[in-house]
Each structure stands twice: as structure tokens, then as C-alpha cells.
């Protein structure tokens, strides 16, 4: 692997300005170069047999086909140095003890709204908001207790958060899958380098889910309810289910009945179940108190969670922080709960529902990126340097229709990371995602999954359009030097 050619025009996370590597990564740029061509050939070779054999699939809906691919896998890691993911952890923790208060605040007494710190017109409008969650208090004080957190680098080399998912996030799964690629492919490397295993996060998220528990004394009956087989994400849920020993059930396996506890249909008669790991969104999880023709779900189990008598993950309702609008208010919360500075800085937003950011944003649409305030995986967005006239024009209108539900934000010189090409490395955009886990401690993976755009110039990395994975490394540098 030739890097003498290798040229990136924004910050890289592999090489530097000068052409050397960062030093965390310069044990693994020298050994690519040490390889032949046809040895990197096949080394990718067996990473895209290794994931079309486990099965590491998703489905992607852009193409219009909706069909299961693999997700590609690109054989060059991400490299990060254990130094700077400290800080970056750090950040990620105070994040979610923020945002966990300000759920907690807004179905309590919504301190954050009387004192003007978060405007009343966004909770009122919050497609996200759930009445009937209001006066709940979850075990530990906890409603988000799983997040994926999107971080992006800018050519400058400063990391942001870009948003935060709080809802069902998806994806770490293939982090851990892309691990255990990226070990068949260079063992050498991980026998000879620092590299900070991911490996806990199963055992790590069955601690957080068992400590939910309604009846602590006992070992808890816990189930991952997924939508079924046809779900994008339905790799995952299985693959969690078995990583962990516990059960993967649909709607239909589960009743509440009339003690309003939760229970499970087993060929031994009903089994009580103590905690849901839930995959399904709000608003089908019980078609009592939401969507009334929901399958997916499970009649009263909303009641049974009011009453205490199953804990559900992440909580029904904490999908209230899960709003690119929000997103704009997280240093706030931070400063108004916490009274700390925010370690990690947010991409700078505009809030179309402010009339003066919005002015500046009809006015700039060729320059920013516009996002609705609750779309996933890359859709509904206005790429403006991208776009063309037409697709502005239609973003105008949608934007003065209803400011409330977008957002801008300016279009940041995304890092890149190489990737193999069959005319040697080539740069790519990416992003990084890495999953919290909050407790009664917080637990963030080291490292997290790297979506990267696969296409020359994009900057979409989701998955779900066609993105790819590298494997992320954070690497010890001051062990490897002892």
C-alpha cells in the first residue's frame, strides 16, 4: 500500500498534514505498506466473506429495492489515540447525565421550561413528547439507558457531537462484528499493538438491563422485543439477544395480565418477564395507549410499566431528547443541570423557528445543511452545496410551512480515513458513533462503530443509503512504549 500518493484536502485520522501518520496510527499505516497489492486484495477478500458468512446485514431503502445486504467492509481501521478518547468519554458521560435530568424534568416539574431555558413552544409542539408518560418515575432515574451519539471531526481536527439518539439506536452490533473481522484479517496486529478491546459491551448492557429489575432478590427474566424479522435492524436484535442469554420475543409472545405484570408464552405456561429491551418505537409498543392497530406490540404494557411491575429500555417517552431542535439546547442543559461547562462542543445549529436564525438560513440554503427535526439514517436532509436550485426551493417552502421542524447547521469539512481501492488508499468521509450506557455509573464502548461514506465526496455515512464500516481502534500508546 502505497501512501506516498495518498492526498485528503480536510483533517485525516490516519495520516497527517506532512504525510507521516498520527502516531497512534503509524504502526498499522507501516505495516499496510509492508503489504503487496494482491495481499491487501485478499485480505479484504476474506473481510467481506468473514461478514456475508455471519450474516452482518442491513437493509438499505435508497435504491427503492428494500433488500438485506452486507455492510460493506472497509479493511482499514479507524485510529484513535487513548489519550484523546478520554476527554472524548468524558464529554459523552456529561452529556447523558444532562439529558437524562431533562427527560426526567419535562414529564416532572419542568423546571428547565418555568425558568425560560428551554422554550415552551418546542415542548408543545415535540412530536416526541408522551402524555401519558408524565409523573413516571424510572428505576435509577433513568429514561435513555441506551444512546448512540454521532461525532464528527472537522478539518481543523475538533470533534463535535452532531446529534444524539435516544429512541431505539442501532448499529453497535456491527462494531462488535467489525471487531472480530478486523481480528481474523490482522492478527499480527492485535498481537503486537495496544488496541482496547469492545468485547464487554453484551455483559455490560445485561448489567444495565439487570439492574432495572422489579424484584432485585431474584435473577431477572429479560427479553429484547423486536418488530420481527422483516425490521432493518433485525440482525441485531438477535444478535444482542444471543450475546447476552436472553430472550428474543415479538409482540405476540408477551401478555399482561390482570395483576399488570408482564408475561412471557412459554411451552411451560406464562413466565413473568422483569425487563424489555425494546426495539420498537413508541407509538407501537402498546396499542391501549398508542397506536391502536399496532401488532408489534403488547396490549397494557404501558400500564404494567406505570405500575412498576416490568422496566422497559430505553424508557417509552425519552425519545422527547431525541429532536435535532433539542439537540441545539444540550449545552444548555448541561450548564442548567449539571453547572458544569460542556466538554464536548455541538455542531453550531440555527432553529428555523427562531426568526432570525431562520432568515439567515433561507438566505445561506446553498451553503448549510437543513435537517428535519426527526428523521433517521440521513433522510429528509438538504445537502446546499450538493443541492440543486429545485431542491431548495422545495426546502425553502417546507421550512416556512413549518419552522418549528427544521434545523441548520453550516457544512462542516468532514475528516476522512482511507479506504482500500483498487488504485490504493483513497479518502472517505466518516463519522463515529459510540453507545452509552447509563446506570447507576456510565459506561461508553471505547470507540464505537465508524460509518463511512463509500462514494468519492459524500458526506452521507448512514448505513441505511449505502455507507459502510471500518473497525475503530483506540490505541494505548504509552503501554506500547513501556
Partial sequence: MDWAKYRTTTFDELIQANGQPHPAARRVVEYLAGLSSREIAERQLAADVIARVQGI??????????????????????????REWQRTEAGLKQRMRALNLFIGDIYGRQR??????????????SVNFRPQCVGVEPPLGVWAHVCGSDLVRDGDGTLYALE?????PSGVSYMLENRMVAKRVFPELFETSSILPVDDYPSQLYDTLAALSPRPGNTPVIALLTP????????????????????????SDLFVADDDCTYMRTIYGPQRV?????????????????HPESVLGVPGLIRSWRAGKVALANAPGAGVADDKVVFAYVPKMIRYY?????????????????????????????????????ESGGYGMLIG???????????????????RNYMAQPTLSLSTAPIVTKQGPSPR???????????????????????????????????????GAKDTWVVDLEEEED
Fill in 57 to 82: 446485514t442491513f437493509t438499505v431503502y435508497s435504491d427503492g429495492r428494500n433488500v438485506d445486504r452486507t455492510l460493506p467492509f472497509d479493511l482499514i481501521p479507524r485510529v484513535i489515540d487513548r
Fill in 112 to 125: 428547565i421550561v418555568k425558568d425560560k431555558v428551554f422554550p415552551a413552544m418546542l415542548l408543545k409542539d
Fill in 164 to 168: 444524539d439518539n435516544l429512541r431505539i
Fill in 228 to 251: 420481527g424479522v422483516f425490521n432493518s435492524a433485525y440482525f441485531e436484535h438477535a444478535y444482542l439477544a444471543q450475546a447476552m442469554g436472553i430472550e428474543l420475543v415479538e409482540g
Fill in 274 to 290: 422483569d425487563v424489555i429491551y425494546r426495539r420498537v418505537d413508541d407509538m407501537f409498543i402498546d396499542p391501549e395507549v398508542f
Fill in 338 to 374: 449539571l453547572d458544569e461547562e460542556p466538554i464536548l462542543p455541538n455542531v453550531p445549529s440555527y432553529l428555523c423557528h427562531n426568526a432570525k436564525e431562520r432568515k439567515y438560513v433561507l438566505a445561506n440554503l446553498d451553503k448549510l445543511v437543513v435537517k428535519p427535526a426527526n
Fill in 385 to 403: 452545496p450538493r443541492a440543486g436550485k429545485r431542491q431548495r426551493e422545495k426546502f425553502r417552502q417546507l421550512i416556512e410551512a413549518d419552522p
Fill in 429 to 467: 468521509h466518516l463519522d463515529l458513533r459510540p453507545f452509552i450506557l447509563s446506570r447507576q455509573d456510565t459506561y461508553v464502548t471505547t470507540g464505537g462503530l465508524t460509518r463511512v461514506a463509500m462514494e468519492k465526496g459524500s458526506l452521507v455515512v448512514n448505513s441505511s443509503q449505502g455507507g
